[in-house]
């Protein structure tokens, strides 16, 4: 049975590390009910609206069992929240989810959309809170389990201890993990891309790139 293990949300801090020089990352447990809205829990305010926030990117997910994991490489604890997850799963493989996949999460119906980039910022704070970094997005990367970003398809109240539950599977077989190794490790499986219907804008544009510049 898979769970809801932490529902986490931040706010915006100055931080003379980060590109814009503030940062959300720092999310937080929340005990009892939150309501999921449009662009993701209430409580919850992202910073860069640039590369973070927005419908197609309302809700960040991370799963225990990926936390878990990098807790023993770096050889101490990493709490829920950390990497900047607003959910903290267990007991669903978030990474093979495949794109356009829906979940139900308390009230709320949440849909796969798109996948984390590893950026410098996360870097920092990763070495501001006490970890290792050293080449922290590479590392990050070549695991190739970034966990989804997923849109809010129907609203509703959700907490921890919920059920996270799939309530649709596309067939097109495209995952979390294959869409990651797609636009940043292995260009050659930008064309399996282009099997998914609600495929993102940006994901679109670099998959028919790659496609046109192969046919030339």
Known sequence: ??????????R????????????????????????????????????DTRHHGGLEKA?????????????????QEV???????????VGIDVNEAQIGERWRVGDAVLEVTTVRNPCNDFKMWMGRS???????????????????????????VARAGDDVTVV???????????????LYRDPTLLPELLRVDSLSEQARR???AYVANTRL
Do not use: C
């Open 1 to 10: 049975m898979a769970v809801l293990r932490s529902l986490n949300v931040g």
């Open 12 to 47: 915006p801090r100055e931080a003379a590390w980060a590109g814009i020089g503030r940062t959300s990352i720092d999310k937080q447990p929340v005990t009892g009910p939150v309501e999921i809205g449009p662009y993701g829990p209430a409580g919850d305010q992202v910073s």
């Open 59 to 75: 809700v960040y997910a991370f799963a225990r069992e990926d936390l878990d994991y990098w807790a023993e490489q770096l050889g």
């Open 79 to 89: 709490r829920d929240g950390q990497f900047g997850e607003n959910l903290t799963t």
């Open 130 to 156: 006490g970890y290792d970094n050293t080449a922290w997005v590479k590392r990050f990367a070549e695991v190739s389990r970034p966990g989804p970003y997923l849109r809010v398809v129907v609203p509703g």
């Open 168 to 182: 649709h599977e596309p067939d097109h077989g495209v995952t979390v993990s294959t869409m990651f190794r797609a």
């Open 206 to 208: 670099k998959a028919d």
